[in-house]
């Protein structure tokens, strides 16, 4: 969710438009689309040595969790985001105001701010979540905290509910999402969640077995929190299989509920997405990131139909997610994305 200090922030920066943030991986550009019509601006930036696996914008300015691929290192990319959105269409390049390094950083996935304006990030590599205040943020050397919770193996997602607590995503074991309350925050491995559920037995957590294929994006939205299913792995063939899945969780008494899984990973024709990764709510929508719509071959993650340059992002309404609607058209054709626009988390300002 935009917390309460980024929509005072946003408003503050002139964003009249609906502006869309989404990174391209593999072409190490961010796809930027501005405007709400039937054709919004198309604008791509270029990224220096980065491949982007998830986006944010706070106070105007615009992060971008870059993560190693070769010889690019981790790194956070911090750009204006006026500049940005108020670019003719076409390819902008442009120097980033900051580039944020550690050498702690390894894959980095989520990132998301919480109400005290806190940059938060997940750390897939080396099972970490990170933060950086925003006290030291905008300084020349931005400090680094680790272990500020009891991070899963493989974190992917991240998101602040209204409490303050975080929602994360985890790849371990098939899948696993954790609540963290703002109290055990800074407690590192010490921190005790809320809420636990997992595809994976494990002491003092909730099993539900085959619940999560791979997790990605986490969001909470119209009071529920969603988990997009990317996809499955087969350990024989080191091959991935589309996960197709969005689940529906609520919070009955205490206990996380499966209310409901939009899609179907058995059957393409049941679901309008094929590897969902990122999400993200606003008041009106949940946005979903695809990261191989459109693929002749989809494979998710590293493999599949990289050629076929496709990708899609989606947004749905909470009628049409409680209809379990799977004819909703796609918002955004990225026709000529160089694959994988969904390995991590995109981000809407101005929705409409």
Do not use: M
Request: with cysteine; net charge negative; aromatic share 10%.
């Amino acid at each position: 969710n935009v917390s309460i200090t980024q929509k005072f922030a946003l408003s503050g920066t002139g964003v009249s438009s609906r502006v869309v943030w989404s990174p391209d991986y593999y072409g190490q550009l961010l796809d930027v689309r501005v405007g709400s019509g039937a054709s919004p601006t198309a604008i791509k930036v270029s990224l220096p040595s980065c491949n982007p696996n998830s986006v944010a914008v706070n106070n105007n300015k615009l992060y971008v969790a870059c993560s190693a691929n070769g010889a690019n290192p981790d790194k956070i990319l911090v750009y204006n985001a006026a500049t940005i959105r108020t670019a003719p269409a076409g390819t902008l390049t442009i120097s980033p105001l900051q580039t944020i390094t550690n050498s702690k950083f390894n894959s980095l996935i989520g990132i998301a701010f919480d109400s005290s304006n806190d940059l938060w990030i997940a750390s897939y590599g080396n099972n970490t979540i990170f933060s950086i205040s925003a006290a030291t943020l905008n300084t020349a050397s931005p400090v680094v905290t680790t272990e500020l919770v009891d991070s899963p193996p493989s974190p992917t997602g991240l998101a602040f509910a209204t409490d303050g607590s975080l929602w994360v995503t985890g790849q371990y074991g098939g899948g696993i999402l954790l609540n963290f309350p703002k109290s055990q925050f800074g407690l590192g491995e010490s921190a005790q969640p809320a809420y636990c559920i997992a595809s994976t037995a494990l002491s003092g957590c909730q099993y539900v077995n085959n619940l999560f294929l791979e997790p990605e994006g986490v969001a909470v939205f119209n009071g529920d929190i969603w988990v997009a299913n990317n996809s499955s792995y087969n350990s024989a063939t080191g091959l991935t299989s589309p996960g197709r899945e969005l689940i529906d969780l609520k919070i009955v008494s205490n206990t996380l509920s499966v209310n409901a899984t939009y899609g179907n990973a058995s059957v393409a024709a049941d679901s309008p997405f094929v590897c969902p990764g990122g999400l993200f709510a606003t008041a009106t929508h949940l946005w979903v990131n695809d990261e191989s719509y459109g693929e002749t071959n989809p494979g998710c993650g590293g493999n599949g139909d990289v050629a076929t340059q496709t990708g899609g992002i989606f947004s749905f309404t909470p009628a049409q997610l409680a209809a379990k609607t799977t004819t909703v058209s796609q918002v955004l054709n990225f026709s000529n994305v160089t694959g994988r626009p969904g390995f991590g988390g995109i981000f809407v300002e101005n929705d409409q």
